[in-house]
């Protein structure tokens, strides 16, 4: 998997991913619709804090890693995106990427209204 930044990775949609991420969950304990519940679990809290935290050190900051550093200022809601399932439960800190939330729409296609209401909003 290639790591560029600004690359349109898709990787949700593929069915090898989506392949993983319901082994995962089964293997979590979870039902295969039920990622949703995963993202609550202090597991994820606390790895999406510490994607956060990696980020902040390296950076200085948090913000989204594929918007223009232009229209990286002011205050936006950024989100801890999965670029693959593989690992889901033990993921590596180059498994996620922090965008903010109108990366991270364009990134799962243009459902996220539907999604958001499942999965809250600063946190998939
Ligand atoms: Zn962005
Ligand atoms: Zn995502």
């Not at 039902?31 to 995963?38: A, C, L, P, T």
């Not at 990366?103 to 996220?112: L, Q």
């Amino acid at each position: 998997m290639s790591g560029e930044p600004g690359q349109t990775k898709g990787a949700l949609k593929s069915w090898r991913e989506q392949k993983w991420r319901r082994a995962r969950l089964y293997r979590l304990g979870f039902e295969r619709f039920e990622y949703d519940k995963y993202l609550e679990t202090p597991h994820w809290q606390a790895f999406r804090k510490h994607a956060l935290e990696t980020q902040k050190q390296r950076l200085g900051r948090n913000c989204c890693e594929r918007c223009p550093e232009e229209k990286r200022q002011g205050d936006v809601e950024l989100h801890v995106h999965h670029l693959t399932y593989e690992r889901l439960g033990e993921e590596l800190i180059e498994d996620v990427e922090i965008i903010c939330r109108a990366c991270h729409e364009k990134e799962h296609g243009h459902d996220t209204d539907k999604r958001a209401r499942h999965y809250g909003p600063d946190y998939r």
